[in-house]
Structure formats: structure tokens, C-alpha cells
């Protein structure tokens, strides 16, 4: 989910990374509603290995994305858009959370003024609000039928009270240390704080070029201390780039003194923040990448290809990409012995090329 204040280029971004087109002036209009699309993920080994497979078919790797209204004081009461944005909010596994740097005088900022940090606040503090708000209506409820608890775990109370105590001391749930039976007592209850979360600077051209914008150091330092991942990217910047045909983007970027464009590296790092990896296959039909969550072994990725090659699991013939890139062609690989057979409980590795043999 995309989540910031108004006016800070979420939109924008979304349009850039799905190709919606959806309208940009929300927040004049008074819209509400979230937009929802898919992001494809960018990843050079599928370019290449198309280069080697000429398939009919490449298939990439994509991530539902949800850009969520803007934001205003107050939207923890859930009153209107804030409702919209709370129940939004719920949905999503990942938060990305725009933030402004870019002046601009034709579109004022929100709060009337470039200040990172107290937009970060500003938008942490409504979900912290909104988790005290849903903890404090749970507690009512468990204690509503006098001395017997509505309690959907033993622990539940005790893990709330706990919850709440490090709320108040405005502190994110993502910081709290639970053990394994209170996060059971608590996994019926979907809180806010606890999602992760990435920081994107909206940067525009000229403090791109520059490499500085406002409270630069102070934020770097804010994430760091956070563990928050910050990507720094100017909108602006990347519209202009997605008009450019092909060959002159590299230009473009390269008279940026940039290697990848912002969107690419704000796609991988969405897919990184989420805990996913990607396994290839290839061949003359289709070259694809697989989404599965890292730490999943053999038998369960052959499954996410389909359920019968999961039940029929024999081996999984892999190579690592950059051993197949290394050797140059699948034969040369096959001769130098990067080839290994696989079984049920091996762990996937991010760039794993399998085939995998079934019978049923």
C-alpha cells in the first residue's frame, strides 16, 4: 500500500508503476476511493535468459499495489476518507510511505511547508491511534459480560494490556517483543504499527541531480535508527524518462549519474521488504519468474506451478543464475557440473533455475 499525506505524489507513482491511469487529483475532488493495480517486478536475469530461449512467452514476477487516499490529521477517528484509509490500510502486507521533499508552488503541500520528518510522525501517529483505538474497543468487549471473559485466547487480555502500554509510550507494535502464545493470542486482530514498512523520498529534479534535499542527513539518520529502508526518487524525474523510447533512457539516466531508475529500485525493494524471493524456469515455451516467500523449500515451490508436481515430487534440477550466466549457455553449464538434483526439503535460493521432475 501506498500511504502519505495529500499531495505528495502517491498517485503519481502508482500510474508510473501500473500503468493505471488513474486520475491524480484526488484530493481536489474529494475522492475516496483506493486505487488498486499490479506492479511487475523488474528482473535482469529473465532478460537474459530470453536472450538465450527466445521464448514465445516471458512472465515476470508481480506484486498487488494499493495507493491509499491521502491521509489527513485525524483520519484515526475513522470518520469519512479515514475510514477508507484505515480499512485500506488493514489490507496491505507492506506500507510504503511517500514522502514529500519536492517544492513546488503550484501544488502547496498539505502542511504548508518541506518537513519530512514531521510527515512521517504525522502519518505514524494516525496508525498508532487507530491501533490504541482498536485495542481499547477489544478490551471493552472482552470485559463487556461482567466477570467472564469474551477472550478468544487465555493470554488474549494480558497481550493487549501489554500492546497498549507500548503504544502509549508511542511506540510502534513492530518494536515490541512478543513470544510465540501471545502473538497467537493476538493474530486474530489485525493491527497497523506491526506492518513493515519502507520510506520513498519524492525528490525532484534538481535535488536528484544534486544529490541533497531537505533534512537529508536528519532523515537517513531517522531510518537508520528505525530500520526503516529508504529509496530516494523523484516522480517528476521518472515521467519524463517513461516518454523516452528505449535507447535513450540509458542516456538519460547516465547523465544523471544514475544506473537504475528510481521506479526500478522502488519495485525490488517492495518485493524485498515483503519477504519474497523469485525461482526461474526457462525454456522455448516461457521464461518466468516464480514468487514464493524466502526459507520455502523444493516440494511447496513446485507446487505454486502446480499442485500436481507438488504431490508427484521427485528432484529439483538447479542451477544457480549467475553459474548459468558465468558458463554462458545450459550445455556449458551441464559440462561444468553446475547442475545439482535437489530434494523435497531443500531451500530455494532467489535466482534458482529448476526443473522439476514429478511422476503421479
Not at 514531521?118 to 478490551?139: H, W
Not at 537508520?224 to 542516456?251: F, G, Q, R
Amino acid at each position: 500500500g501506498l500511504i502519505g499525506l495529500p499531495l505528495v505524489g502517491k498517485t503519481t507513482f502508482f500510474n508510473l508503476l501500473t500503468h493505471a491511469g488513474a486520475e491524480t487529483s484526488g484530493f481536489y475532488s474529494g475522492k475516496v476511493t483506493a486505487n488498486t493495480g499490479h506492479i511487475r517486478i523488474p528482473d535482469e536475469r529473465l532478460i537474459y535468459l530470453t536472450e538465450i530461449f527466445h521464448p514465445k512467452k516471458t512472465t515476470y514476477a508481480q506484486v498487488e499495489l494499493i495507493d491509499i487516499p491521502g491521509l489527513a490529521r485525524g483520519a484515526s477517528e475513522g470518520k469519512g476518507a479515514g475510514n477508507e484509509f484505515l480499512a485500506s490500510v488493514r489490507d496491505c502486507d507492506l506500507l510504503a510511505q511517500i514522502v514529500r521533499v519536492f517544492e513546488d508552488e503550484d501544488t502547496p503541500h498539505s502542511e504548508n511547508s518541506i518537513d519530512p520528518l514531521r510527515d512521517i510522525e504525522i502519518i505514524n501517529n494516525e496508525l498508532l491511534f487507530a491501533d490504541l483505538q482498536l485495542i481499547e474497543t477489544r478490551l471493552n468487549r472482552i470485559n463487556s459480560n461482567g466477570k467472564k471473559k469474551n477472550m478468544e485466547h487465555p493470554l488474549e487480555e494480558a497481550t493487549l494490556l501489554k500492546c497498549q502500554a507500548h503504544l502509549i509510550e508511542e511506540q510502534p507494535l513492530s518494536t515490541l517483543l512478543l513470544d510465540e502464545e501471545e502473538l497467537e493470542a493476538t493474530r486474530h486482530i489485525t493491527f497497523l504499527t506491526n506492518k513493515p514498512m519502507l520510506i520513498c523520498a519524492n525528490l525532484d529534479e534538481t535535488q536528484l541531480a544534486a544529490g541533497d534535499y531537505p533534512q537529508k542527513a536528519e532523515l537517513e539518520a531517522y531510518c537508520a535508527a528505525k530500520n526503516l529502508e529508504l529509496i530516494t526518487v523523484s516522480a517528476k524525474v521518472e515521467e519524463e524518462i517513461e516518454e523516452l523510447p528505449e535507447d535513450e533512457k540509458v542516456v538519460f539516466l547516465e547523465d544523471l549519474n544514475i544506473s537504475e531508475s528510481g521506479l526500478s529500485r522502488m519495485a525490488k525493494a517492495l518485493y524485498r521488504q515483503l519477504g519474497l524471493i523469485s525461482f526461474l524456469t526457462a525454456g522455448e515455451d516461457e521464461c518466468r519468474a516464480w514468487t514464493i516467500p524466502a526459507g520455502m523449500i523444493a516440494k511447496k515451490a513446485a507446487g505454486k506451478i502446480h499442485s500436481d508436481i507438488e504431490r508427484g515430487f521427485i528432484r529439483a534440477e538447479t542451477v544457480a543464475f549467475d553459474k548459468l550466466k558465468e558458463a554462458g549457455s545450459m550445455a556449458v553449464a551441464r559440462e561444468k557440473g553446475y547442475f545439482r538434483l535437489e530434494g523435497k526439503e531443500y531451500i530455494v535460493a532467489d535466482g534458482d533455475i529448476i526443473n522439476f521432475r514429478f511422476n503421479i
